[in-house]
């Protein structure tokens, strides 16, 4: 069993570049989430969808977009790479609620400088 | 302001120790959520509490919720350095704004 899988592990991107953060699960789970995770900051949501085709924002949506074509597949895209972006993302998803607890990728950590 | 206080921030002991960690808030939560994350990886979800008062074992691990919601607790008993990692609880905002608030973390390191 899989559960969620986040390609690639590590990227380092230049200024103004682009990439695509792949997500996947394969637990059929409704709910998946973006977050960013940086020193003393904790984990800050990027964005999350509660099913295919439906998307929302979170807290620290800009510079970044997402879409859910299907029910496995979450991708996170970055346009244009900014040294802010430099973080560890992390894929998760839940079956139901976001209260009843996520499983969580093994993340990807992005440098761009 | 952070919403979810967790103390303490790092945490170092020996092998065999017990240890508490705690997770505090003003806010009243539906549910909480303890995890650990080992350096590289995501965080791995170890249980959620439900009910106020509720107390959760996993074998060592001992997870309470507070009476009134708005806190909790793991205690570890004869620590191991398999127990090391970063401890994150997260926890459902009650009401209409179904928000979950992530704590910092307890850095937890467990010395053979």
């Known amino acids: 069993n899989a559960g969620v899988t986040q390609t690639p592990k590590f990227r380092i991107l230049k200024i103004g570049q682009s990439m695509t953060l792949q997500c996947t699960q394969d637990m059929n789970h409704n709910y998946m989430y973006w977050y960013r995770q940086d020193p003393g900051m904790g984990l800050k949501l990027i964005y999350y969808?509660?099913?295919?085709?439906?998307?929302d924002k979170g807290e620290v949506p800009n510079g970044y977009n997402v879409s859910r074509s299907t029910t496995e597949d979450f991708p996170l895209r970055l346009e244009l790479a900014a040294p802010s972006q430099t973080s560890v993302y992390f894929c998760a998803s839940s079956y139901l609620d976001r209260g009843l607890g996520y499983t969580f990728g093994s993340g990807t950590r992005l440098t761009v400088v | 302001t952070q919403l979810l206080e967790q103390s303490p921030q790092f945490l170092s002991i020996q092998e065999g120790e017990n240890l508490t960690v705690y997770c505090n808030s003003s806010s009243v939560f539906s549910s909480l959520q303890w995890y650990r994350q080992e350096p590289g990886e995501g965080p791995v979800l170890l249980v959620t509490v439900v009910t106020g008062g509720e107390v959760k074992k996993l074998k060592r691990l001992t997870f309470q919720f507070g009476d009134a919601r708005k806190d909790s607790s793991l205690h570890i008993t004869a620590a191991q350095p398999g127990d090391t990692g970063l401890y994150l609880c997260a926890g459902l905002r009650a009401g209409n704004n179904r928000k979950l608030i992530w704590g910092l973390g307890t850095s937890l390191a467990v010395n053979p």
């Open positions: 969808s509660v099913g295919a085709g439906i998307t």
